[in-house]
């Protein structure tokens, strides 16, 4: 697993904060200097925070369960996407639908209806239906696609959030809050990380700054998932070999078991007969 370098994180523009007058105190611990007005963040802490937060997603990767990747600003929507797709992890880069994880069965609800109306497409029940309904059907099928589609196959609560700008997705956050679920989050200078339980502090505005971090935790996820593959491989293997052990008794035991049978099965000799007395002496 690769941490991006000192000099990495500083040509992708990831130390720079935001103006001084918007700043948040608690951000203090991860801020280098003031500059021109602008507060620069330190890129020694956001490396060790970075892989901090990587060896700890790639555990949750391995381990079999989900991270929910969240990022609605418009540059991290694409690039987002792009990296959860590629490690098969659900996404939301649209509006965070509230109460999507406090009311999850509703969530889920939305997305069996989703379901439903591929199935009337291909049973031919769609043809069936006027075209003003085939219309409105249609519509409700493309709106829940935009919102829910890249949830669709989220059938559980998130193990994990990483989130894009805490500030921006303080609805999501307050929820894994409430329910306990780990976030992990780019936090910039106007941010708060109180909340966080895993703070990347980076600028969360700039496109390169977002893809290097989040494609650095893509990556850690990415060999968890490998590993976990390898680790299944190598049980399946072993659980065969056990097997094959266990129906295959060296020869040698299989004899000495089948002369016991044997000896179990003959039947018993006869008792010699006793000899007769002699008469007695006169």
């Not at 669709?152 to 409430?178: G, Q, Y």
């Amino acid at each position: 697993m690769a941490t991006p370098t000192f000099d990495q994180l500083l040509e992708a523009g990831c130390h720079f904060g935001h103006l001084k007058r918007k700043w948040n105190p608690a951000m203090a611990p991860y801020i280098f200097m003031e500059r021109n007005g602008i507060h620069i963040i330190d890129l020694y802490k956001t490396a060790a925070k970075l892989d901090e937060a990587a060896a700890a997603l790639k555990s949750i990767a391995k381990s079999g369960k989900k991270v929910l990747f969240v990022a609605t600003k418009k540059q991290a929507k694409q690039v987002v996407a792009e990296l959860a797709q590629s490690v098969g992890m659900p996404y939301v880069i649209e509006r965070w639908p509230g109460g999507m994880l406090t009311n999850f069965p509703t969530i889920r609800k939305a997305v069996k209806k989703m379901t439903s109306i591929d199935k009337m497409t291909k049973d031919g029940t769609f043809d069936n239906l006027s075209k003003r309904e085939r219309l409105q059907i249609s519509r409700q099928r493309a709106k829940l696609e935009k919102t829910l589609g890249s949830i669709a196959d989220l059938n559980r609560l998130p193990s994990a959030l990483f989130v894009v700008d805490v500030l921006k997705e303080h609805i999501a956050v307050a929820e894994a809050n409430r329910l306990g679920i780990p976030v992990f989050a780019m936090v910039d200078t106007n941010s708060d990380p109180n909340n966080i339980d895993f703070v990347i502090p980076a600028n969360d505005d700039a496109s390169k700054s977002i893809e290097l971090v989040v494609g650095t935790i893509a990556a850690a996820m990415q060999e968890g998932l490998e590993e976990r593959k390898v680790e299944k491989v190598d049980a399946a293997a072993a659980g065969e070999e056990g097997e094959a052990a266990e129906g295959q008794a060296p020869r040698r035991e299989r004899r000495r078991v089948r002369r016991v049978d044997v000896a179990a099965e003959a039947p018993a000799a006869p008792a010699a007969e006793a000899a007769p007395e002699a008469p007695a002496a006169e």
